[in-house]
């Protein structure tokens, strides 16, 4: 199966000298649900710009689906669907024509366009509001309609660019159940995001953009085995005294019944439980933090330090 889209050797200079983008190199399998992050500034939107046929390319190559972009960039809109981060729609024109006017830039027939646009506002939950205009509509409503208007031409690759971005955490997690819906139907997904616990949640694999440059490309698996410790909060029904000391394991107090444990990744939750009963401390909740991925992202753009695999 061909990769959903492979980057090589991409450069991009502005002609004010500015270096947005230097030899990056990336390849994205058909079907994963891959993570691109990376600090303001780092050149995420300058690569999405450049597949979506927005921005130039200065040198180097990107393949959507096998084919050159530069060579065919129908072949790569007729294949990507993107949800940009920044609201861009007619503001006065109701929001099932805004579908229909979509489709038909797509060579979709209104009646194909119609229906299509009836199954991804009910799967969204707006089709009851397809008659209003988008100024009369929420930000998370607003949101919902621009990812339906990226799948109007059912596209095997979705760019969403910050898709929750100023939503409140109900709708957060009503369109992560959706995108993984989408995914696990086939269509490869391109998230860039701020809030880490989204790509935790969603993705498979990512990559990291610094300065331009990739510094880290691996699976989200690989991530987690990068770092040596492991973080743990645990609520006791015993009181615990200040001065508990365990022998494997740092303990920070948080209150006299919750504590936070850090450990080894070669120790797991059992050793910890096993441990804190020898001290006759029972275990009503155990949690991971699961933090590593953000730390290691702090540490990544701190340092620059390249670790691609």
């Given amino acids: 199966m061909k990769n959903a889209l492979e980057i090589i050797n991409l450069n991009k200079t502005y002609r004010n000298g500015f270096e947005a983008l230097k030899n ?16 303001n500034g780092a050149g995420k939107s300058t690569v999405i710009g450049i597949i979506s046929s927005l921005v130039t390319i200065s040198s180097g190559t990107v393949k959507v689906l096998g084919e050159d972009i ?26 099932e024509e805004t579908m229909l006017n979509v489709g038909g830039y797509f060579g979709i027939t209104r009646e194909v366009a ?112 990068m770092k040596k410790n492991k973080t743990y909060l645990v609520k006791s029904s015993d009181r615990i005294t200040s001065d508990i000391k365990l022998d494997s394991f740092n303990v ?23 441990e804190l009963n020898k001290k006759s401390i029972s275990v009503l909740n155990i949690i991971n933090k699961r933090n590593q991925l953000e730390e290691l992202f702090m540490e990544l753009t701190n340092t620059g330090v390249s670790n691609d695999s």
């Fill in 24 to 39: 990056i190199n990336l390849e994205i399998e058909s079907g994963d649900f891959f993570a691109f992050l990376g600090p």
């Fill in 252 to 274: 920070n107090m948080l209150d006299e019944y919750t504590i936070e444990i850090t450990c080894e990744n070669r120790f797991n939750i059992s050793d910890i439980i096993n």
């Fill in 114 to 225: 119609h229906s299509r646009t009836y199954e991804l506002f009910n799967q969204l939950g707006i089709w009851e509001k397809k008659d209003l205009t988008p100024r009369e509509l929420s930000g998370g409503m607003k949101r919902r309609l621009m990812i339906a208007r990226a799948l109007i031409h059912k596209p095997n690759i979705l760019i969403l660019d910050e898709p929750t971005a100023g939503v409140d955490t109900e709708l957060r997690l009503t369109m992560w159940d959706f995108f993984q819906e989408i995914n696990k139907k086939g269509v490869t997904i391109i998230l860039t995001t701020h809030y880490l616990e989204e790509a935790e949640r969603l993705c498979k694999n990512l990559a990291i953009i610094h300065k331009g440059e990739i510094i880290q490309n691996s699976s989200m698996t690989d991530i987690y085995n």
């Fill in 70 to 95: 530069t060579d065919n960039p129908d072949w790569a809109k007729k294949n990507i669907g993107i949800v940009p981060q920044e609201y861009n729609l007619n503001q006065f024109i109701p929001i």
